[in-house]
């Protein structure tokens, strides 16, 4: 079921005109499209458009449409945002039915990252896929697609068969089972590993160079015998 109403009316002016009317008003113009229905120009109160919206609810899942006595189920598909202020400046609705199979894009969800162990050895996530497009029930739109990071290892690949909270969805890409993301060695702990290596193998090199030259350690050199110093009793 949705869980968000938009209360809205239907604008009589269209057109760029119109729109910037609809916001000079504290509105926010959006267009109502699909089924077998004539597109049509909508407009509803910003403030409780933003409400909405900041819910995290309203683009991409389920709503209720409300139009006086009139409702209707909707996905909001597109808001548009000025890129200064952020204000959201329109919006777009598609009609359909709760039961119907729509095709729409969900967002993934990585948890539990402070349980890998992988990223305290240096790893890093390289995600392909911030949101996977899947087949869904209108009503049966899930929040999110998530990856569970605890005890995954450095080279992991993670695939869709990975991803949890899947039971309702099916992906449209279906000839494979296709990569979200995967846990690589940072490039920083790759340069230190290098470093440390460097340092290993010039030790190494230098005591054996020590070794066939003949010198003696410090160490050893003071657990030989002075014979000066010896006494005759």
Not at 127 to 134: C, F, G, L, P, W
Not at 221 to 228: H, K, L, M, V
Request: hydrophobic share 40%; with cysteine; proline share 4%.
């Amino acid at each position: 079921m949705a869980d968000i109403i938009l209360n809205v009316d239907v604008r009589e002016g269209v057109g760029t005109g119109g729109a910037r009317a609809a916001r000079r008003a504290g509105l926010v113009p959006g267009v109502l499209y699909g089924g077998d229905k004539a597109p049509v120009a909508i407009s509803v109160n910003e403030r409780d458009f933003r409400k909405s919206l900041y819910t995290g609810k309203l683009l991409g899942h389920l709503v209720k449409l409300k139009y006086g006595k009139e409702t209707q189920s909707v996905i909001a598909r597109e808001v548009q945002f000025d890129p200064v202020t952020d204000r959201p400046l329109h919006f777009d609705l598609m009609r359909v039915d709760e039961k119907q199979t729509i095709t729409i894009e969900v967002p993934v969800h990585f948890i539990n990252e402070d349980q890998c162990g992988a990223f305290r050895q240096g790893g890093s996530l390289e995600i392909v896929r911030h949101a996977v497009e899947v087949k869904v029930r209108a009503d049966h739109i899930p929040e999110d697609l998530i990856v569970d990071l605890a005890g995954h290892k450095l080279g992991d690949t993670i695939r869709w068969s990975d991803l949890k909270n899947t039971g309702d969805v099916e992906p449209t890409i279906t000839d494979r089972d296709f990569v979200i993301a995967s846990i690589k060695t940072s490039s920083a702990a790759k340069a230190a590993d290098e470093i440390e290596e460097a340092i290993a193998e010039e030790q190494a090199e230098a005591e054996a160079a020590a070794i066939e030259a003949g010198d003696v350690p410090a160490t050893e050199q003071g657990d030989e015998e002075n014979p000066e110093d010896k006494t005759e009793d």
